[in-house]
Nanobody, 132 residues
């Protein structure tokens, strides 16, 4: 059974940093498309960053240059390093994973193009609050 557990959220002032972690079990992060999403109250879930099975990364324009997604396949952990946080980054942050096709597991690709509804597995979320 695939399980994702996020941690690392908290409250920081604008300009601060946080690192979110997502511990995965029941599968290996190396073969999956994985991503971070966020959802603020009253808003739709937003895709923040993704990393595919071969390590190719994409991220949203709103976080480009400030957030970095990475994964440690040996530890089965997905990370989101966040710098220069802004009040508009305040949201519940979720990690997500999807196996994809055997081709995608082996060669990557088709990860950033996935919508939230295309991800099969989700964590419970971790809250990030940034004050001005």
């Amino acid at each position: 059974q695939v399980q994702l557990v996020e941690s690392g959220g908290g409250s920081v002032q604008a300009g601060g940093s946080l690192r979110l972690s997502c511990a995965a079990s029941g599968y290996t992060t190396s073969g999956y498309c994985m991503g971070w999403f966020r959802q603020a109250p009253g808003k739709e879930r937003e895709r923040v960053a993704t990393i595919d099975s071969v390590g190719s990364i994409n991220d949203a324009n709103s976080v480009k240059g400030r957030f970095t997604i990475s994964k440690d396949n040996a530890k089965n952990i997905l990370y989101l390093q966040m710098y220069s946080l802004k009040p508009e980054d305040t949201a519940m942050y979720y990690c997500a994973a999807d196996a994809g096709t055997s081709w995608e597991q082996r060669f990557g690709g088709n990860c950033w193009s996935r919508r939230a509804s295309d991800f099969a597995y989700w964590g419970q979320g971790t809250q990030v609050t940034v004050s001005a």
